[in-house]
C-alpha cells in the first residue's frame, strides 16, 4: 500500500508538540497520539508527499535503511486506513 492510494480525511485537526504529533478525530471524539517516526509519516502524507518522499524523510531524520523506512511507512499507513484516519482512494 502506497500512499498514493490514500487521502487523508479533511474533518480532522493535527498539531505537533516536541517530537509527538496529536491528531483530532472530532467525528468520533477520539485523540490519537503519534510518536516521532509516526509523525513524520503523517507530516508528510499531510504535505502531499509520495511514497518516496516519505522513505526520505524518514532515512533523512532516523537511522534507518530504505527498505525498512518504506515497510514501516506501508505498514503505518495501512494502521491509519484501519482506524478511518486515511481513506482509500484505488
Known amino acids: 500500500m502506497t500512499d498514493k492510494a490514500v487521502n487523508m480525511r479533511k474533518d480532522l485537526a493535527f498539531r505537533r508538540m516536541g517530537e509527538e504529533l496529536f491528531v483530532v478525530d472530532a467525528a468520533s471524539a477520539r ?3 503519534l510518536n516521532g517516526t509516526a509523525a513524520v509519516i503523517w507530516e508528510c502524507l499531510a504535505a502531499g508527499q509520495d ?16 527498505d525498512a523506512a ?17 481513506k482509500k482512494t484505488a
Open 51 to 66: 511514497e518516496d518522499g516519505i522513505v526520505a524523510a524518514l532515512t533523512g531524520k532516523f537511522e534507518v535503511g530504505r
Open 31 to 33: 485523540l490519537h497520539e
Open 70 to 86: 518504506r515497510a514501516d511507512s506501508r505498514d503505518f499507513i495501512k494502521e491509519l486506513i484501519d482506524c478511518g484516519l486515511l
